[in-house]
């Protein structure tokens, strides 16, 4: 699952891909996949491939939430969950900071 999320984020120039696995802390998710998109539209795009890519390998999205409009979108997959953040909105919400007592991965 977290593979195929990767994937379609790399294949559509998301920034500063990293996952966080907050289930060592939490029973919240098993992971958190941070992405940055440099606008709206790339936002727009990196959700549509997400979503397209995990319906392909059978991975149902449980919540969709958020906007482009409003500078970030989550979807929540149960075991993973992605955000995915306009630059400035990830810096105001700074999930890495608040989840800093788990294990960081960049992609």
């Given at each position: 699952m977290l593979?195929?999320?990767?994937?379609?984020?790399q294949d559509k120039k998301g920034e500063s891909i990293v996952?966080?696995?907050?289930?060592?802390?939490?029973?919240?998710s098993d992971d958190f996949l941070?992405?940055?998109?440099?606008?709206?539209?790339q936002m727009d795009a990196l959700?549509?491939?997400?979503?397209?890519?995990?319906?392909r390998a059978g991975y149902r999205l449980r919540e969709r939430?958020?906007?482009?409009d409003g500078g970030w979108i989550l979807l929540?997959?149960?075991?993973?969950?992605?955000?995915?953040?306009?630059?400035?909105m990830r810096d105001f919400y700074d999930l890495e900071h608040t989840?800093?007592?788990v294990t960081r991965i960049a992609y």
């Open positions: 593979q195929t999320a990767v994937a379609a984020l996952r966080l696995k907050i289930g060592e802390r939490s029973v919240i941070i992405v940055s998109g440099s606008s709206r539209s959700t549509d491939g997400v979503e397209e890519a995990m319906g939430e958020g906007s482009s929540d997959y149960n075991d993973l969950i992605i955000h995915i953040f306009l630059r400035e989840w800093r007592d």
